[in-house]
């Protein structure tokens, strides 16, 4: 029975306890116990999957906002004890205090937030938009089915940390984690908890071992908080327990080189690039200067509770950015001919889309807004798969051998394949030497069907493993190349040098073309 000794240690609040059950004989201890035990037979077992920190989450068709000392359900403010819920959302520090009875942002001035956005010095003009859509959604993230990233990058002294700190974390603060280069991701982890908040995390560099492995963790996590199944996390303990993470953030990465080489990773990541302007003549230098005067003016013009006010306006639109997300994802997947580049780019358009608009688009809408768009310019996601990765990788890969002359020459592998399918000429070997190197390394040069000539891999081949093993794809490259659109699994083992082996066979363009502009 839980005594009024053991209720004052639970809540030390002699008023919060007469207001929930004082009467004219003061607090009747026995009755608050026995109601405080129902209460939690009434709740079931307690699970960490019913935990819910702070940010934005759906809970049974409803928007609610856990602010930390109050939750915002469908727009109404109340405790976060008093939701009749499934999920647990535990009371915590104040947070966002204007958040729920702030005024909501306004069109116009969202209008004029993207304009500031278009502002910064972009590569491609279409990063603007990008930036602002990844902060019209970042507050809102653990509401999304998918949960876009960003990668802002720039050379240095190009204005990449003014960019982060006066209009990213200015934008939304202080809904979201700050990190720096030195965090990890179990540090992320730990911070976040069950929070669903977005994470910027400034000076992503990977330079040196240590930096590269550190920031292998922090792409496993933003691999992990992308999708609404991939958000669930297991760590073991020093006890053999294990510890269930939920990770629900949208990741804001700055750095001057970005790291990302996986295919994975870069159809989960939007890599914005800033460019150095000229600053040679006197004439540039004060070019510049205007120019970044006009931004500064842009953001000032801004509310000074612009942040408290976004984040009011998201929230209450919540279920009208999912339906056009769903709407733009599909538009775009069948723009630019893939579906994963379809939800990373169809929900940061709809974060654009929601700074100006609150309504869900129509079909005709959404197409004439995507006409804006330039599609070639997102090749990069949509090419980067990982059976062309690793015919890159091979094809440039160094390798030293003694021409029939005698003199020792080295070349990359595709330079050899030109050589031995005659699509090139080296002084040094003729085609005849060529494939007796490949043959070395298990490849070999292999008709098939009529006057197709392409390139056998050995799939049990000492030198093959040996280039592999230093590469990414070590354990799996020979399933993955075999998923190559034109890729033909030989049905009888062939001749390498002196080996028999299963093999791969692919076009000659693949293996030449992957190391060649």
């Known amino acids: 029975m839980l005594t009024g000794d053991i209720c004052r ?29 129902a209460q939690c037979m009434a709740k079931g077992f307690y ?15 409803r928007v ?17 004890a008093s939701i009749d819920s499934h999920y647990v959302y535990p009371q915590r520090a104040k947070f966002m205090g204007g958040v729920g009875r702030a005024k909501p942002l ?12 278009r502002l910064v010095r972009w590569e491609k003009d279409v990063y603007g938009d990008l930036l602002a859509g990844w902060i019209a959604i970042a507050p809102i993230c653990g509401a999304l089915p998918w949960r876009p990233h960003i990668w802002v990058t720039a050379p240095a002294g190009t204005g990449k940390t003014f960019v982060l700190e006066n209009i990213i974390a200015w934008a939304i603060s202080p809904m979201f984690v700050f990190a720096k280069g030195a965090t990890t991701a179990a540090g992320l982890r730990g911070k976040l908890r069950a929070d669903a908040l ?27 908080a992308s999708q609404e199944g991939d958000a669930h996390e297991y760590k073991g303990t020093q006890t053999h327990d294990a510890v269930e993470f939920e990770v629900r953030s949208s990741l804001c990465a700055s750095s001057i080189r970005v790291p990302l080489d996986q295919a994975a990773d870069i159809s989960r990541f939007s890599v914005l690039t800033m460019r150095k302007a000229a600053s040679d003549t006197e004439q540039e230098r004060a070019d510049n200067e205007a120019h970044f005067a006009k931004l500064r003016a842009a953001l000032a013009a801004l509310p000074s509770d612009f942040s408290q006010r976004l984040i009011s306006r998201q929230i209450l639109n919540v279920q009208a950015i999912r339906a056009t997300v769903e709407l733009f994802s599909e538009q775009v997947a069948r723009l630019a001919g893939d579906r994963r ?45 990982e059976d062309m990765d690793i015919f890159r990788y091979l094809s440039s890969r160094l390798i030293k051998f003694s021409s029939p002359s005698g003199k020792m020459v080295e070349r990359s592998l595709g330079e050899v394949c030109a050589v031995a399918a005659s699509m090139a000429v080296d002084d040094s070997y003729v085609p005849a030497a060529a494939e007796k190197i490949l043959n070395r390394f298990g490849l070999r040069f292999h008709p098939v069907v009529g006057d197709v000539n392409g390139f056998a891999l050995a799939l049990k081949h000492d030198q093959l493993d040996e ?45 030449v073309g992957s190391g060649r502009d």
């Not at 869900?360 to 980067?384: C, G, H, I, M």
């Not at 070590?474 to 993955?480: M, P």
């Open 9 to 37: 240690v639970l809540v030390p609040d002699e008023t919060y306890w007469s207001r929930q059950y004082g009467g004219r004989e003061g607090i009747p201890w026995k009755s608050v116990g026995t109601h405080l035990v």
């Open 47 to 61: 699970s960490p999957e019913r935990l819910r920190g702070r940010g934005v989450w759906l809970d049974d068709g």
């Open 64 to 80: 609610v906002a856990h602010l930390g000392d109050r939750v915002v359900v469908d727009g109404v403010v109340t405790e976060p």
């Open 106 to 117: 306004t069109d116009d001035i969202g209008r004029q937030f993207r304009a500031a956005c």
């Open 198 to 224: 977005p994470v910027i995390y400034d000076e992503a560099e990977a330079n040196g071992l240590a930096a590269e492995q550190r920031m292998q963790g922090i792409l496993q996590f933003a691999r992990n």
């Open 341 to 385: 580049l379809g939800q990373q780019l169809g929900t940061l358009i709809t974060g654009c889309w929601s700074l100006v608009r609150h309504d869900v688009p129509t079909v005709e809408e959404a197409q004439d807004y995507l006409r804006r768009f330039n599609w070639s310019e997102f090749n990069e996601a949509k090419d980067a798969r």
């Open 467 to 511: 280039l592999m093993g230093r590469s990414q794809y070590s354990k799996g490259w020979r399933r993955i190349i075999a998923r190559h659109p034109q890729a033909t699994t030989g049905d009888r083992d062939l001749l390498f040098g002196a080996l028999r082996s299963p093999y791969v066979w692919v076009p000659a363009e693949v293996m």
